[in-house]
């Protein structure tokens, strides 16, 4: 599960694809497109789970 946590300026323009690539000591994956979301993801001061 990855959470992320939006800001209470919310975002900027549209989400079109958030990927995240996690890293350790020894190697780091392949990059992991977050998703589905939808209208209700990434608002102000919101906190949207996604499962990987």
Do not use: A, H, W
């Not at 599960?1 to 996690?22: A, L, Q, R, S, W």
């Not at 977050?34 to 209700?40: A, E, R, S, T, V």
Request: net charge negative; aromatic share 10%.
């Amino acid at each position: 599960i990855v959470e992320t946590y939006t800001g209470p300026m919310g975002t900027t323009g549209d989400v079109t694809d958030i990927i995240v690539i996690f890293c350790g000591s020894k190697n780091e994956s392949s990059p992991v497109n977050l998703g589905p979301y939808n209208d209700k993801s990434f608002q102000s001061d919101g906190k949207d789970r996604f499962e990987v």
